[in-house]
T-cell receptor, first 114, second 113 residues
Framework: DTAVSQTPKYLVTQMGNDKSIKCEQNLGHDTMYWYKQDSKKFLKIMFSYNNKELIINETVPNRFSPKSPDKAHLNLHINSLELGDSAVYFC?????????????FGQGTRLTVV | AQSVTQLGSHVSVSEGALVLLRCNYSSSVPPYLFWYVQYPNQGLQLLLKYTTGATLVKGINGFEAEFKKSETSFHLTKPSAHMSDAAEYFCAVIAYGNNRLAFGKGNQVVVIP
């Protein structure tokens, strides 16, 4: 039973399109994240939600919009896709009310913009 | 804001030799430190974590790390490398009072037969 699941696993799309990535966790965690991993494997935090409230919003183009309909879901919508958006996007969750807890990661969504 | 530094993006080690990956942190409040491993085309998996208490932490797959406050370090070691240890390794930190889990740039470990 997958703890943090993302869909789709692969996404190939043309420049200018709008796409969404979905994330769901069944761990009962209250905090969820989106990370972007570039071609050099660097992991950059994009957003974090705690109990459906946005708590971290890094310097990310406003073409990226996260949405958390409930504590178990955090989706990422991207408008007007650009070549530079090509990367692997990871969703993660953790029990944020306990500061010493680790994050659990999904398998990633490899986005390729052509 | 808290951060971690990992030097040397690529690390080559012979099979059976010591694996040593360095991580130094910067935090104005007590940090909580983690090491994650990422195998090709997979997500990140926790190797071990330091929260409070014992400074020598043992993790999965024979890895361990020691928290040294005086050196602001949390280096990862494994006495004898195995071919299956070839992967990307990330050090991460979260500080008391916030939810920002920040990662280092990672080390790609290559194991030479």
């Amino acid at each position: 039973d997958t703890a943090v699941s993302q869909t789709p696993k692969y996404l190939v799309t043309q420049m200018g399109n709008d796409k969404s990535i979905k994330c769901e966790q069944n761990l009962g965690h209250d905090t969820m994240y989106w990370y972007k991993q570039d071609s050099k494997k660097f992991l950059k935090i994009m957003f974090s939600y705690n109990n459906k409230e946005l708590i971290i919003n890094e310097t990310v183009p406003n073409r990226f919009s996260p949405k958390s309909p409930d504590k178990a879901h955090l989706n990422l919508h991207i408008n007007s896709l650009e070549l530079g958006d090509s990367a692997v996007y990871f969703c993660a969750s953790r029990a944020g009310r306990f500061v010493n807890t680790e994050a659990f990661f999904g398998q990633g969504t490899r986005l390729t913009v052509v | 804001a808290q951060s971690v530094t990992q030097l040397g993006s690529h690390v080559s080690v012979s099979e059976g030799a010591l694996v040593l990956l360095r991580c130094n942190y910067s935090s104005s409040v007590p940090p909580y430190l983690f090491w994650y491993v990422q195998y090709p085309n997979q997500g990140l998996q926790l190797l071990l974590k330091y929260t409070t208490g014992a400074t020598l932490v043992k993790g999965i797959n024979g890895f361990e790390a020691e928290f040294k406050k005086s050196e602001t370090s949390f280096h990862l070691t494994k006495p004898s490398a195995h071919m299956s240890d070839a992967a990307e390794y990330f050090c991460a930190v979260i500080a008391y009072g916030n939810n920002r889990l920040a990662f280092g740039k990672g080390n790609q470990v290559v194991v030479i037969p």
